[in-house]
T-cell receptor, first 111, second 113 residues
Framework: GDSVTQKQGQVTLSEDDFLFINCTYS??????LFWYVQYPGQGPQLLLK?????NKGISRGFEATYDKGTTSFHLQKASVQESDSAVYFC??????????FGGGTRLTVRP | GPKVLQIPSHQIIDMGQMVTLNCDPV?????FYWYKQILGQQMEFLVN????????KSKLFKDQFSVERPDGSYFTLKIQPTALEDSAVYFC???????????FGPGTRLLVL
């Protein structure tokens, strides 16, 4: 079946640091890939979505490239802010409409 | 953006009792979902629902679970009877199409004692 792996359970950075969150996936189909962000007490919110291999999604300074060759969808941001502190989930969507989530990466940004 | 509401936000219940979790999806959405997140673990798909029917369910969607959306009202997840392992946060989501973005509610935190 489908699976998504996020190697980093927690990342701690200072403001203006570069962010890199690792995400790899496994599937036999051609999925849509997502990053969701979850703030305390809230449900996950869509951060960005890419439907086509080799395309890049960009939103609010975050970007991720759908790399079919390495089956990866790493999340990056050039300069993080304290307000970016949240849990970030990588997810995979296939026909049939269910999402398969990674384990999440908790980002803490120190002022 | 589009809002999904969930009622209640928290529920504490004794093992063996019935519980109903309510979801008010985005108004023009046609596809509805439940996901389960145990504390510290990843979010896992339970079930999706379209046109009055379950389309797909995971192995986590036990026989004690049921979903319905009578007459366009709340989309509900019922657990009867509850078990200790049902303690988790349950997230509802909805989308306009089966390949479209899913919008999530804030979750219902269920504790089964």
């Amino acid at each position: 079946g489908d699976s998504v792996t996020q190697k980093q359970g927690q990342v701690t950075l200072s403001e203006d640091d570069f962010l890199f969150i690792n995400c790899t996936y496994s599937t036999t189909t051609y999925p849509t890939l997502f990053w969701y962000v979850q703030y305390p007490g809230q449900g996950p919110q869509l951060l960005l979505k890419v439907t086509t291999a080799n395309n890049k999604g960009i939103s609010r300074g975050f970007e991720a490239t759908y790399d079919k060759g390495t089956t990866s969808f790493h999340l990056q941001k050039a300069s993080v802010q304290e307000s970016d502190s949240a849990v970030y989930f990588c997810a995979l969507g296939n026909a049939g409409a269910k999402l398969t989530f990674g384990g999440g990466t908790r980002l803490t940004v120190r002022p | 953006g589009p809002k999904v509401l969930q009622i209640p936000s928290h529920q504490i219940i004794d093992m063996g009792q019935m519980v109903t979790l309510n979801c008010d999806p985005v108004s023009n959405h046609l596809y509805f979902y439940w996901y389960k997140q145990i504390l510290g673990q990843q979010m896992e798909f339970l079930v999706n629902f379209y046109n009055g029917k379950v389309m797909e369910k995971s192995k986590l969607f036990k026989d004690q679970f049921s979903v319905e959306r009578p007459d366009g009202s709340y989309f509900t997840l019922k657990i009867q009877p509850t078990a200790l392992e049902d303690s988790a946060v349950y997230f509802c989501a909805s989308s306009s199409g089966d390949q479209d973005t899913q919008y999530f509610g804030p979750g219902t935190r269920l504790l089964v004692l």
